[in-house]
């Protein structure tokens, strides 16, 4: 009884393709196509061309005179409407945001096909066919927005229903979002997850489950995607569909950037260092010199054709080299202990900093000593087939190296 209930399910398949939908950051554009007397308008010839990359999507009107352009990359479109008898209807500028869901109408004018109607304003695009509750994010908000450490968590906060969670070694989900786990949110870049078992901490702990994003060992979003290389984001809350469904927390969508039809590249270079810094506390009580601090962010995005019209590349590049200042108090061996010692072991006890403190007893006596802390981490992306992010696990010119790769 099994086997044939499974068998029919699987015939049934076929039937029901839209139900076997996966999760996606592209959307759709769907309307109607009326003529002046309101009456429909079948078979008229549709088509979405990205003004980036001048690649055309097309679709033609069914016979109640509706048409769907679906899995339309998120970007900014050029909508054009044509049919015989009638003046064709060109509407710019029409933007589609990531898993956006647009209804546009259209009225024909009667007249020769070689005439041109420019549809220039009109009403709002909204979402007439979503009860998803989503907040989104673009490049125009990322850029203008100063972000801590280059990493979008601090937008992931403004919207509503967010809230920060205390971190600890078994719940390292950072936030929540509407009442639920912190570590039951989906991340996903270009449709592909980002929640699989990576952590800058040495036990896995929630993270060898795959309910934890891939971040950085400074915690941040930066090994996921640079901000300068992602397009935009969005984060649903409540009532998502059921391609979304793997967790209950939030789904966070990300998009990154294309390559189009012209050269484009930006560098960038963002600088701190200790002039203006006073020093720490205990580096002043036990007169040590203040200890440096040095934080290089920099990198760069390049894109354009390799074939214009039909390829392109995108590349982009973020490293951080960063240098943390440190006090430290230890115990080492005083100075009669070395002196009484064995000839044997006196080389082990030199070993040891010489102390600087007050004698603690029993031969041992408080060293104090500033110095800084280096890492460097490294990402960088290209429009090639993505590799998962792993730490390199090699030494950084004698440095402790939290680099990410794809």
Not at 66 to 79: D, H, K, R, W
Not at 86 to 106: G, N, T
Not at 297 to 306: E, L, N, Q, R, S
Not at 309 to 327: C, D, H, I, V
Request: hydrophobic share 35%; proline share 7%.
């Amino acid at each position: 009884m099994c086997k044939v209930v499974a068998l029919l399910a699987l015939l049934s398949l076929p039937l029901y393709p839209y139900a076997l939908r996966a999760q996606t950051t592209n959307g759709s554009i769907t309307g109607r196509v009326t003529d002046p007397s309101k009456a429909t308008v079948p078979e008229a010839k549709i088509a979405a061309v990205n003004t980036g990359t001048n690649f055309r999507y097309e679709t033609a009107t069914n016979g109640a005179g509706e048409y769907t352009l679906a899995n339309l990359p998120p970007g900014t479109y050029q909508l054009e409407v044509e049919k015989s008898g009638f003046k064709k209807l060109v509407r710019p500028d029409v933007i589609l945001h990531v898993q956006d869901v647009l209804a546009i109408d259209f009225e024909m004018a009667v007249g020769s096909v070689s005439e041109t109607v420019r549809v220039e304003a009109g009403a709002p695009l909204v979402n007439t066919t979503s009860a998803t509750v989503s907040t989104l994010v673009d490049q125009t908000f990322v850029e203008n927005i100063p972000l801590n450490g280059r990493s979008f968590q601090t937008l992931i906060m403004l919207t509503p229903g967010v809230v920060v969670t205390q971190t600890a070694y078994d719940d390292q989900g950072q936030f929540s979002v509407n009442g639920q786990r912190a570590d039951a949110n989906y991340f996903t870049v270009d449709g592909v997850s980002a929640n699989f078992g990576v952590t800058g901490y040495p036990p896995l702990v929630q993270a060898a489950g795959g309910a934890l994003p891939a971040l950085t060992a400074l915690g941040g979003t930066n090994s996921l995607v640079s901000v300068d290389a992602m397009q935009e984001f969005r984060l649903q809350t409540s009532s998502f569909a059921p391609e979304f469904g793997r967790t209950p927390g939030g789904q966070i969508s990300i998009v990154t950037r294309s390559g189009s039809n012209q050269f484009h590249g930006t560098a960038f270079e963002y600088f701190r260092n200790s002039v203006l810094d006073a020093n720490d506390w205990f580096s002043n009580f036990h007169h040590l010199p203040k200890p440096e601090e040095r934080q290089n962010d920099f990198g760069g995005v390049f894109d354009g054709p390799v074939f214009k019209n039909k390829t392109f590349f995108f590349f982009s590049y973020e490293g951080l080299r960063l240098r943390q200042p440190a006090t430290q108090e230890t115990v080492v061996p005083d100075t009669a202990s070395r002196q009484q010692a064995p000839s044997t072991m006196q080389p082990y006890l030199n070993a040891y900093p010489v102390p600087n403190g007050p004698e603690l007893g029993s031969g041992t006596a408080q060293f104090s000593g500033s110095y800084s802390k280096s890492r460097c981490r490294s990402e960088w992306k290209r429009s090639a087939p993505r590799r998962p992010i792993i730490p390199c696990g090699r030494s950084c010119s004698r440095r402790r190296c939290s680099s990410y790769h794809r």
